[in-house]
């Protein structure tokens, strides 16, 4: 073959290969754009239930994908905590007035108080252990000790502008797996 075949013939198969390249690509985005397409996120995602007996609370908790896991309409997980089997669970919620002030009466809560969170199929009982009122920053710092046994609730204090209200509970020991009612 020539010389001039030679470079035809390498020309062609880079071409060749470029547009491959680009088909295969093409392919993968198709793929994961389908991909979301058949796994929507779902705004009732509901997985669970928090029951305060003592100031009359019972709200549902949404998936962490869910667009209803957000502080602005309901109760709502912070990121990495939704699974008591394996996480702290931190919860969030706004205090003061109006509708979507679900934490509004969570400055009554007494050490010992009961909660109840409902996760999947199963249920737990916290009580209460500790109640901090600390400067509200935007933060949450969390003691490491601290595991998958606990429940943390966080509010801004009621009446208080600077304030942010912090309840510590621990799992109770006697919890069974039992059925939500």
Same mark, same amino acid.
Request: glycine share 2%; charged share 25%.
């Given at each position: 073959?020539? $010389?001039?075949?030679? +470079? =035809? &013939?390498? !020309? ?9 390249? %680009?088909?295969?690509? *093409? ?57 008591? $089997?394996?996480?702290? +669970? =931190? &919860?969030? !919620? ?9 934490? %509004?009466?969570?400055? *009554? ?73």
């Amino acid at each position: 073959m020539t $010389k001039r075949k030679w +470079i =035809i &013939l390498i !020309a062609l198969t880079v071409l060749i290969c470029s547009i491959n390249l %680009k088909i295969t690509r *093409k392919q993968n985005t198709l793929t994961n754009t389908y991909w979301y397409d058949i796994i929507p996120l779902k705004e009732d995602t509901n997985i669970g239930t928090i029951i305060i007996p003592k100031i009359e609370l019972k709200e549902k908790l949404y998936a962490p994908e869910s667009k209803n896991n957000n502080i602005e309409k309901h109760v709502s997980f912070a990121t990495n905590s939704s699974d008591p $089997k394996i996480n702290t +669970i =931190i &919860l969030m !919620a706004h205090s003061g007035s109006g509708k979507l002030a679900y934490f %509004k009466d969570l400055d *009554k809560l007494e050490l010992t108080d009961i909660i109840k969170f409902n996760y999947k199929d199963e249920k737990y009982i916290y009580t209460i252990i500790n109640i901090i009122i600390t400067k509200k920053n935007g933060t949450l710092s969390i003691n490491k000790n601290l595991n998958h046994n606990h429940l943390i609730l966080t509010t801004c204090m009621p009446n208080q502008k600077n304030k942010q209200l912090v309840i510590i509970a621990e799992k109770k020991k006697d919890n069974l797996k039992i059925n939500p009612s």
